[in-house]
Each structure stands twice: as structure tokens, then as C-alpha cells.
């Protein structure tokens, strides 16, 4: 166990619809960072929160958000997904809000779009 | 901009033999590099680290030595097991930026 939960583990959805799914980052990190991993595109980076701001925004489509809350959790939502949003989401987390010392993983959300 | 270019996969090798897998980097100023591990059905799990030129990081009998004059940070182990079958990643982290950048990732896959 990393100490990085992700939840829900699997997802099934129809295409048009909306999803949240939920990280809690481990004890003691402040910041929280969404990933895709898809065979296609590899692991591209959506976006990073530090203490409740957004820090960074990567590759994140405008049909997808996120937040930070003030107990650290963070949420992604997707909406209006495509049979293309189906991947693997990850969450990692860090103290620092630049990650120099790496960071650790969750084991994801695979998300399924049919 | 910054990247890191891995050696194709899948690879396949027996127990007990030699793995290099190669990673290179393009990168402003002087990152940190790392290695990370994926097992099947599980996240990323950092495997080693090094934060400066000639630094050279170790893990679970794997090595990898930050080479700055060839941009280059290749994973090593002496004789590998059934048990490190995954896919490696190797990422960089550019002082003042907000993320690490991943390779593409190698699979590795020994046979006993």
C-alpha cells in the first residue's frame, strides 16, 4: 500500500456521460497530481493542485476538471466522455509542490467507456 | 522542451541474465531523474532516484548512474528474476517545474 487511494478501482460508463473520481494523497503531501496512462499516448500529465491551488496544467481537455479540498482530497471529473477517455487514471502525491524527489502512485482507475 | 526517450520494448530475457535498459534525456538546466516500475494491475512505484551529475542510484539490486556529458540514465541489474517482469519508466524533473515527464515506458518480461 502506497498510502496514495484511489477510488473507485473500475469504472464503467456509457459515452455522454459524467464521472468524479476521488484520490486521497498520502499522509503528509500537499500536492496532488492526475495522470492518463493509455497504450497510445503513454503517461501524459492533466494537472497538479498544491495545498488547494491548481499549480500546473498539462494535457487536460476542457470536458475534464478538477479540484483540491481543503482536508487535501482531490476529485477529476469527466464529462461528456468518448470511447477515447478510456484509460487508466492515476494520482500521485508529493510533499513539495515541485516533485524533486519523485512521487508516489496510487494504483488508479481504470476507467471503461462503452 | 523537456523529454526522455526509452529504449523500445518489449523485452524479453531468462533468469539470471544481464538488463540494460537505455534512457535518454533532453532537459534545461539539471533535473532529477528517475526510475519507476509497474507491475501488472498496480501504479507506478519509484524504483530508484538520482538528483546530480554522477549520482548513482540503487534499488533491489537494480542501478542506474546519472550521466550528464552523454544525457543518459540507463538501468542495470547483474541478473535479473521472474519477479521483475514489468514495465519501467524512466522520468525527469526540471528544478521549478510542477511535474515529471515519463518515458514511454519499457516492457520487460524473463522467462525462467
Known amino acids: 500500500d502506497s498510502g496514495v487511494t484511489q477510488t473507485p478501482k473500475h469504472l464503467i460508463t456509457a459515452t455522454g456521460q459524467r464521472v468524479t473520481l476521488r484520490c486521497s494523497p498520502r499522509?503528509?503531501?500537499?500536492?496532488v497530481y492526475w495522470y492518463q496512462q493509455s497504450l497510445d499516448q503513454g503517461l501524459q500529465f492533466l494537472i497538479q493542485?498544491?495545498?488547494?491551488?491548481?499549480?500546473a496544467k498539462g494535457n487536460i481537455l476542457e470536458r475534464f476538471s478538477a479540484q483540491q479540498f481543503p482536508d487535501l482530497h482531490s476529485e477529476l471529473n469527466l464529462s461528456s466522455l468518448e470511447l477515447g477517455d478510456s484509460a487508466l487514471y492515476f494520482c500521485?502525491?508529493?510533499?513539495?509542490?515541485?516533485?524533486?524527489?519523485?512521487?508516489?502512485f496510487g494504483s488508479g482507475t481504470r476507467l471503461t467507456v462503452v | 522542451g523537456d523529454s526522455v526517450t526509452q529504449m523500445e520494448g518489449p523485452v524479453t530475457l531468462s533468469e539470471e541474465a544481464c538488463l540494460t535498459i537505455?534512457?535518454?534525456?533532453?532537459?534545461?538546466?539539471?533535473?532529477?531523474l528517475f526510475w519507476y516500475v509497474q507491475y501488472p494491475g498496480e501504479g507506478l512505484q519509484l524504483l530508484l532516484k538520482?538528483?546530480?551529475?554522477?549520482d548513482k542510484g540503487s534499488n533491489k539490486g537494480f542501478e542506474a548512474t546519472y550521466r550528464k556529458e552523454t544525457t543518459s540514465f540507463h538501468l542495470e541489474k547483474g541478473s535479473v528474476q521472474v519477479s521483475d517482469s514489468a514495465v519501467y519508466f524512466c522520468?525527469?524533473?526540471?528544478?521549478?517545474?510542477?511535474?515529471?515527464?515519463f518515458g514511454q515506458g519499457t516492457r520487460l518480461t524473463i522467462n525462467p
Open positions: 500521485a502525491s508529493s510533499v513539495d509542490p515541485s516533485p524533486g524527489y519523485g512521487y508516489t
Open positions: 499522509s503528509g503531501d500537499l500536492s
Open positions: 493542485y498544491y495545498n488547494g491551488e491548481e499549480r
Open positions: 537505455n534512457c535518454t534525456y533532453t532537459a534545461t538546466g539539471y533535473p532529477s
Open positions: 538520482a538528483t546530480k551529475a554522477d
Open positions: 522520468a525527469l524533473s526540471v528544478q521549478g517545474a510542477q511535474k515529471l515527464v
